[in-house]
């Protein structure tokens, strides 16, 4: 199976189950289909459900996802591994959203430990010579065998000879020690998440020959680095995270303290400019086309007439409350019965009207049960029919 | 509006930029101005000692850090020159132009640096922009910088297909031209045979604004250097005059989305601006147009303001080709707002970018034919417009 940055498509997908969070998918009720290009792709079907999660692959029919997500292998490879950027990855059309994105941005992140890349016995054998430190082999000449069982196994013979050291993808007939296990064990054993004397006591190694050549062996190497890892020794970035919480208090001064009295009173108030008959909603102490001052009120709406239909499916901030906004949700610009054709206001739709609203519809408001003069009196509106 | 008397006339003898990317982890905000006002002093030939004052300018609330001109002064060595801070938001690198243009033509400073940037890693853009709306109205309302309106309203002029297939065009010219620029953030290698894939396919923001439709978040800085027409022609072989420049504000709400619509700010500063240097026919006039396009259907619907056009003659141009490199009006060959947006900075690289054009050292975006005058924009707040105008000589 092809690799990408040395990662296989199914690392990412074998891998989820141990990285799965329980805590962080409780509540959660989400499909999410991959559908991915090129050779080695294939579809895959991830359910999260009250807290558990199931994978399928060959998943022939990814139409029920609540998301499907297209890529092809090597760029949903290097964009898990983040050595593709995702947002450019995004924009240039390489990876294709089809459903709702913030499943992809918001649940996935909770629900799942990031995918660090698998490391391979091959990788580790293979790095042996660029490891080698002659200054510990002076006068050592050894052949060290490695027979891996398992499905990333394989044999080589480690030459150690005169200062130098080479690799063969081999077991030669006459080395000095020869090492058996596993090939998970002897990943295991490099990644530092195995103790080597442990693993031979409980028989999860077998080494044949010369022991004491085994011994010798471990000193002649640097210690395996994970590839990713070593970037964390590199210069250390310092970065400090704070959230704020600042409560602010406004005066609403004469003009605003009326409309937020009318909103009370389910009445919209709006200034009408002396010279060119304008309305502003809210109201405005000034008319700035006129240049003068615009203190007349009278009464617009309640219903209006939408104008401009924005259906929002970007999921921003709230920046009254920092929560992240359901999506999606529809601002509606419309003018108000009663007011001026070249003023609107805004406001947002009913969720139960976003897919009947077009322009040109009138619309209602609807109005908090209790209302306190505040901007929440005004819930939103929703077509009058 | 009466021609604006000039005490004096004003050049640009300097620019320095650096790159645009999502993250310049390896640098803190003063290290990244102290790079372009070292590109900046490098490209006048001029020592700090040299520099009467410095502008700053950045928005503030996305980073969040008080008086940054403070901070910024190690990187600039401002330290006892006089300085003032400029924060107009979008518009801000446009009104350090304005300003820098105003304080060296009233006699007041001969040598005068701004410097426009923004680190919008260190911040959130849209939070910082949703905290602006007015807090008694609308601030539960904003959605950062985002509507779909322009879309909606371009889809029901033109209809469906040639509306979306335009603005996917005007976005792949805008990505063509920025893979041309090294400076550029967003170099996505786009082609025209994506067109119909990614205007249906890249995930949309708000209503037919798609991702790929959006300008950037940058992390950037920009410097200009200006100086008195006495000074700017021995310290340098080739300024760039600032001709004219004009600000036009609209109220502080998104009130003009109703029946009838009122005149566009663009279309407003751009009928004053032509009107009171005897433009006649911007198109036929301009030989470059760096203009601030936060998203691709603004831009392309502010083609038909800036220019005067009207119907579709800004579809037509543009499904033409005549404003490619080799069109009638280049637009942006410095990749524009889409590929490359530190705020504080953007609306400076206009006019900077302009300049670079005038005097042929634009580098891979130099546009083949000779360009003596060139347009540039500023976009910020509630549909607020700055335009600058400028000229390889001074014969107007």
């Known amino acids: 199976m092809a690799e990408y940055f040395g990662t296989k498509i199914d690392d990412i997908f074998n891998t989820m189950e141990q990285r799965f969070l329980p805590q962080g998918a409780q509540g959660v009720d989400a499909s999410i289909g991959y559908n991915i290009s090129g050779e080695v792709g294939g579809t895959w079907k991830l359910t999260i459900k009250d807290g558990t999660m199931n994978l399928e692959s060959d998943v022939g029919d990814l139409t029920g996802c609540a998301v499907v997500l297209n890529a092809d292998a090597e760029t949903f490879v290097g964009v898990t591994l983040g050595k593709i950027d995702a947002g450019d990855a995004f924009s240039s059309g390489k990876v294709a959203v089809n459903g709702d994105l913030t499943i992809l941005g918001n649940v996935l992140p909770k629900v799942f430990v990031p995918f660090t890349p698998v490391v391979r016995a091959e990788a580790i054998i293979e790095s042996m010579p660029e490891r080698f430190r002659p200054d510990k082999a002076e006068g050592v000449n050894m052949k060290i065998g490695y027979d891996l069982a398992g499905d990333d196994g394989g044999q080589w013979t480690v030459i150690v000879k005169e200062g130098e050291c080479f690799l063969k993808e081999s077991l030669e007939a006459d080395c000095t020690v020869t090492m058996r296990m596993d090939a998970q064990v002897f990943v295991d054993l490099n990644t530092g998440k195995l103790d080597g004397a442990e693993a031979f006591s409980s028989g999860k190694i077998a080494i044949d020959g010369d022991m004491g050549a085994a011994g010798t062996s471990a000193k002649l190497f640097a210690k395996f680095e994970v590839p990713g890892a070593d970037e964390k020794h590199g210069e250390e970035l310092i970065s400090l995270k704070c959230v704020p919480s600042i409560n602010q208090r406004y005066a609403t001064g004469p003009l605003m303290g009326k409309w937020f009295k009318g909103l009370k009173e389910k009445k919209f108030y709006a200034t009408r400019c002396p010279k060119c008959g304008r309305t502003q909603v809210p109201p405005r102490e000034i008319c700035a086309a006129c240049r003068v001052r615009s203190e007349d009120f009278m009464e617009v709406g309640p219903n209006a007439t939408v104008t401009l239909i924005d259906t929002v499916y970007y999921a921003s901030p709230d920046p009254l409350t920092g929560k992240i906004r359901e999506t999606p949700y529809v601002a509606l610009f419309m003018v108000m019965d009663g007011s001026t054709p070249d003023q609107s206001f805004s406001h947002e739709l009913n969720p139960k009207d976003i897919n009947r609203i077009k322009p040109g519809m009138k619309v209602r408001p609807v109005w908090a049960k209790k209302r306190t003069g505040s901007y929440t009196d005004l819930v939103y509106f929703e077509i009058d029919d | 509006m009466a021609k604006k008397k000039k005490n004096r006339n004003v050049g640009i003898i300097g620019v320095g930029q650096t790159e645009y990317s999502s993250h310049k982890e390896y640098q803190n905000q003063a290290e990244m101005v102290n790079e372009a006002v070292r590109y900046a002093l490098a490209d006048a030939n001029l020592s700090l000692d040299d520099i009467d004052c410095v502008i700053h300018g950045n928005m503030e609330l996305f980073e969040m850090v008080h008086q940054p001109d403070m901070w910024h002064s190690l990187g600039s060595g401002a330290f006892g020159k006089d300085q003032l801070r400029i924060t107009t938001g979008g518009t801000t690198g446009a009104s350090l132009v304005c300003a820098a243009d105003n304080l060296v033509a009233s006699g ?93 396919t890249s995930p949309k923001l708000v209503g037919e604004l798609r991702l790929i439709h959006m300008c950037s978040q940058s992390d950037g800085a920009c410097v200009m250097i200006f100086a008195s027409e006495k000074k700017a022609k021995k310290l340098s072989d080739k300024p760039v005059w600032i001709r004219d420049h004009i600000t036009i504000h609209r109220e502080e709400t998104f009130n003009n989305f109703g029946i009838e619509r009122p005149e566009w700010t663009m279309r407003n500063a751009a009928r004053k601006l032509f009107e009171r240097n005897g433009i006649k026919d911007p198109l036929k006039y301009f030989d470059v147009f760096e203009m601030y396009d936060p998203s691709a259907w603004w831009g392309l619907d502010w083609l038909r303001e800036f220019l005067l056009l009207d119907g579709d003659e800004h579809l037509k141009l543009l499904e033409n080709g005549e404003f490619d490199l080799d069109g009638k009006l280049p637009v942006n060959p410095s990749g524009g707002v889409t590929a490359s947006n530190p705020i504080g900075a953007t609306a400076m690289l206009r006019p900077a970018e302009a300049a670079m054009q005038i005097r042929g050292d634009a580098g891979p975006q130099q546009i083949r034919k000779k360009v003596k005058h060139a347009l540039a924009s500023g976009f910020g707040g509630t549909m607020w417009t700055v335009m600058v105008m400028l000229e390889k000589e001074l014969n107007w």
């Open chain 2, 108 to 200: 007041m400073y001969d040598v005068v640096m701004a410097i426009g940037l923004e680190k919008l890693q260190e911040g959130h853009t849209t939070g910082g922009i949703t905290n602006m709306a007015d807090p008694l109205w609308f601030r539960h309302l904003q959605t950062g910088a985002l509507t779909g309106s322009t879309a909606s309203m371009m889809i029901e002029e033109f209809g469906e297909e040639r509306a979306k297939i335009a603005a996917m065009k005007y976005r792949i010219l805008m990505d063509k031209h920025a893979c041309l620029n090294p400076r550029a953030h967003r170099r996505l290698g786009l082609d025209y045979d994506q067109m119909e894939n990614l205007m249906n």
